[in-house]
Every structure is written in C-alpha cells, then in structure tokens.
T-cell receptor, first 113, second 117 residues
Framework: GENVEQHPSTLSVQEGDSAVIKCTYSDSASNYFPWYKQELGKGPQLIIDIRSNVGEKKDQRIAVTLNKTAKHFSLHITETQPEDSAVYFCAATRNFGNEKLTFGTGTRLTIIP | DAGVIQSPRHEVTEMGQEVTLRCKPISGHDYLFWYRQTMMRGLELLIYFNNNVPIDDSGMPEDRFSAKMPNASFSTLKIQPSEPRDSAVYFC???????????????FGSGTRLTVV
C-alpha cells in the first residue's frame, strides 16, 4: 500500500518569512495529492491540491509543487501570518475522489510574531 | 450545504459501554470515510463506503467496531464494548468525483472527541 512520509514534524518561522513542508510517497500510481490544514479542535480542511499531470499549482500565498520522478511534493507558504499557525497534513491517493487518502504524519507550523 | 456534520462533538463514556458516533455527509457525495486520529498513530482510515456499500473495512481495529450506512445521508460508527484505548478523535469525511456538480474532493467533519474512562 501507499506510504507517505512528511518532514519536518515541527516548524517555526518568523512572521513574514516562508515555510516549506515536504512529503514523499511510495506508490508510483498515486495521482492526487491534497494538503490539509488542521486547527485546534477542528477537522482537517483542504487548502490546496495537485494532480499528477501538473507540476505546480499556486493559490495566493500557498503553492504546491510535485516531482513525479522523485515522488516528492511540497507545500510552500509565503509571507506567513499568525493565522497560518496550525498542523498541516499531506496526503496521496490513486483515485481522486473515490479511494482512501493516505496521510503523512503532520507538521506543526508555528508563526512567531 | 452545511458540510459534513458529525455528532456528538464530545462523548465521555465508561469502559464497557456502547458508543455510537453519527455522520451526515455532504448531499450528493457518494463516498463516505471514517478516520480515527490519535497522537501516536496520526490519521488512520477505519472504513469507507461507496453508494452506502462498505468497500474496505480493513482498518477497523477489532470486532468491537462496526459501521453502517443505511442511506446516502447517514452513517454510524459503533463501538461495543468500548475500552480506554479507543479514546481518540473520530472524523467522518465524504467525497465525490469532479464534474458531478457537487463540492469535489474530500471534506471532513469537525470530529467527535471520544473519551473512555
């Protein structure tokens, strides 16, 4: 089955700086890679996703890059703000929308004001 | 749509008691997933349904756990009897394929925090 590794487990950055979280996956058939943000006491919320036919996707301050050859994908947050503090999870699946997600172990991001 | 709705938000029960968690998926979503989250194991899939039919229950930890989806708008996860090690946050999520006219992708509920004492 799929195995997703995520690094780092904790990350602290100064407000305004950039944050990068990296994931690797094992199943070369995986083709959908979402990122979730989980705030305290809430469920994971989808913030951005990428499919395997695209190398990069951007949404305002958030971007995701995908390297299919190396089986790596990364989340980039620029101009970080205090409200970006949360736990972030990457995930992977073979069949977008109709198969289980395999999650990474999460990254606790803290933005230092 | 109000999103995926789970109840109760918090549940405290004594060891040995039966616990039932409830989920209402997003209308039009044809997949429903139950996940459990703990510090030690992270987010792990317990079971998922397609069109109300269980597809993969290999993540259900023991026979004490059971899940049903009697119709497209309701699912339950039952633990009987409950044990302290079942304490966790249980999430329900629903999804659909793109192009179906509903919110696509996996959407999670707010979870049920279960404490078994």
């Amino acid at each position: 089955g799929e195995n997703v590794e995520q690094h780092p487990s904790t990350l602290s950055v100064q407000e305004g700086d950039s944050a990068v979280i990296k994931c690797t996956y094992s199943d070369s058939a995986s083709n959908y890679f979402p990122w979730y943000k989980q705030e305290l006491g809430k469920g994971p919320q989808l913030i951005i996703d990428i499919r395997s036919n695209v190398g990069e996707k951007k949404d305002q301050r958030i971007a995701v890059t995908l390297n299919k050859t190396a089986k790596h994908f990364s989340l980039h947050i620029t101009e970080t703000q205090p409200e970006d503090s949360a736990v972030y999870f990457c995930a992977a699946t073979r069949n977008f929308g109709n198969e289980k997600l395999t999650f990474g172990t999460g990254t606790r991001l803290t933005i230092i004001p | 749509d109000a999103g995926v709705i789970q109840s109760p938000r918090h549940e405290v029960t004594e060891m040995g008691q039966e616990v039932t968690l409830r989920c209402k998926p997003i209308s039009g979503h044809d997949y429903l997933f139950w996940y459990r989250q703990t510090m030690m194991r992270g987010l792990e899939l317990l079971i998922y349904f397609n069109n109300n039919v269980p597809i993969d229950d290999s993540g259900m930890p023991e026979d004490r756990f059971s899940a049903k989806m009697p119709n497209a708008s309701f699912s339950t996860l039952k633990i009987q009897p409950s044990e302290p090690r079942d304490s966790a946050v249980y999430f329900c999520a629903s999804s659909s394929q793109p192009g179906t006219g509903v919110i696509y992708g996996y959407t999670f509920g707010s979870g049920t925090r279960l404490t078994v004492v």
